[in-house]
């Protein structure tokens, strides 16, 4: 038994990496398209616990419901994400098991894929895939850079990153080599984690890119373990209604005037920005406001740069001209998170979304409610940079370094 569940473990580490989850990209083969099911196990989230009858309600990735049944022989272990064997392996019982946790049921499937008698249950609990992935969050902030693609060097496989940061532009080069993990975002998909298998030849200018390892001392250069790419489309909105049951808002492209359809579905951050920072005039001290001190390509900072939160006006610790007081990526992304229902007409909201089939038609990955006065802030301050051009607040992005496609694990 421990044998298999040793071979077995294997699936369901890769099936949950809490990083980039390539459940579809290296599972066995599966049953009806659904990467979750094969012959002999199902990986999903528990979404109901029946203790009565003794049965786990699994939710694969796909969406699919599959109703495992226990007995009285069948074995519990809990493991840690990212654990690669059952060295480490706690035996636990079927009251451990909690919804929202991450499992393997082994067993023979059904025909119909709707059940599997478990011999077996691999936990890994919800509260031990947060802390994982808090800490890679963290990672990749620390250790991270993000930009947009504006060159390619196929020759020498590099590329050379633009990222902006409230009108401070700073160019970065990125040689990747063979051994530098290259994941992309598909059409129409939203969560980092389901980024594909990539290749540099599928990059285009234009792209946003997300990289985690190591800053040269001078800035200019970043060396990559990890890349993760995307076709984003950002756009600025008024919104003109909102259906929480169907999960859309309608919007009218204050751009270009046209109506469209954000598609908002679990995995999608809805974030709002706080009227109170704006009031304040946070985001527009030279040297204020959250994340001071940090690069403007959400990196760490290059050597003799300030510390967080120094002062960085003109003449002051980093002052001076293409250094910013903080970092509006990191900003946007440590605001706070807010439902569908919490949106409301009339209100103007940022989405960013990959690009997909249908150009009136938007999946969410990142959605900012309350935009109006973000906007007319970063007109302001981009007005007073004599070599950008100034948004149309309206129509609201521009030159404005807001690249939010892209998220954290």
């Known amino acids: 038994m421990m044998k298999n569940c040793a071979l077995l473990i294997l699936v369901l580490l890769?099936?949950?990496?809490?990083?980039?989850?390539?459940?579809?990209?290296?599972?066995?083969?599966?049953?009806?398209?659904?990467?979750g099911i094969t012959p002999n196990r199902v990986i999903g989230e528990v979404k109901a616990i029946d203790a009565t009858a003794k049965q786990l309600i699994v939710k694969t990735d796909a969406g699919s419901l599959v109703t495992a049944t226990l007995s009285d022989t069948t074995q519990y272990m809990r493991v840690a994400p990212g654990e690669t064997n059952l060295a480490n392996a706690t035996k636990i019982t079927f009251t451990d098991v909690a919804e929202g946790?991450?499992?393997?049921?082994?067993?023979?499937?059904?025909?119909?894929?709707?059940?599997?008698?478990?011999r077996a249950v691999i936990v890994m609990t919800k509260a031990d895939i947060a802390k994982k992935q808090e800490a890679e969050r963290a990672e990749w902030r620390r250790r991270g850079i993000l930009g947009v693609v504006s060159a390619l060097n196929p020759t020498t496989r590099e590329i050379t990153i633009s990222s902006r940061a409230m009108g401070a532009?700073?160019?970065?080069?990125?040689?990747?080599?063979?051994?530098?993990?290259?994941?992309?975002?598909a059409p129409d998909s939203i969560k980092f984690g389901d980024a594909k298998m990539s290749t540099f030849a599928e990059l285009q200018v234009g792209d946003q890119l997300r990289a985690l390892g190591e800053r040269a001392p001078d800035g200019t250069r970043f060396t990559p373990e990890k890349v993760v790419t995307g076709a984003f489309r950002t756009v600025a909105g008024t919104v003109t209604a909102v259906d929480p049951a169907t999960g859309e808002i309608k919007i009218t492209d204050s751009e270009k005037k046209q109506p469209?359809?954000?598609?908002?579905?679990?995995?999608?951050?809805?974030?709002?920005?706080?009227?109170?920072?704006?009031a304040g005039g946070m985001m527009m001290r030279p040297g204020g406001g959250a994340g001071g001190g940090a690069n403007p390509s959400g990196g760490q900072p290059p050597a003799g740069a300030a510390p967080a939160g120094a002062a960085q006006g003109p003449g002051g610790p980093g002052g001076g001209p293409g250094r910013v007081g903080f970092n509006i990526q990191e900003m946007l992304e440590r605001l706070p998170v807010v439902t569908l229902a919490e949106v409301k007409p009339g209100e103007m909201i940022i989405v960013s979304s990959t690009k997909g089939a249908d150009p009136t038609r938007l999946t969410a990955i990142s959605l900012l409610a309350g935009v109006e006065p973000l906007l007319t802030m970063i007109a302001?301050?981009?007005?007073?940079?004599?070599?950008?051009?100034?948004?149309?607040?309206?129509?609201?992005l521009g030159n404005s370094g807001i690249q939010f496609g892209i998220g954290l694990p």
């Open 14 to 35: 890769v099936g949950v990496s809490v990083t980039w989850g390539q459940a579809a990209a290296t599972a066995p083969a599966a049953q009806g398209g659904d990467t």
């Open 101 to 118: 946790d991450r499992v393997m049921a082994m067993g023979k499937v059904s025909d119909d894929k709707k059940s599997v008698p478990t």
């Open 380 to 396: 302001a301050r981009q007005q007073q940079q004599p070599s950008g051009a100034a948004p149309n607040p309206a129509g609201g």
């Open 260 to 278: 469209l359809t954000i598609v908002v579905k679990n995995d999608a951050v809805l974030r709002r920005f706080p009227a109170d920072m704006a």
């Open 169 to 185: 532009m700073q160019s970065v080069i990125i040689p990747v080599s063979d051994k530098v993990e290259m994941r992309r975002y």
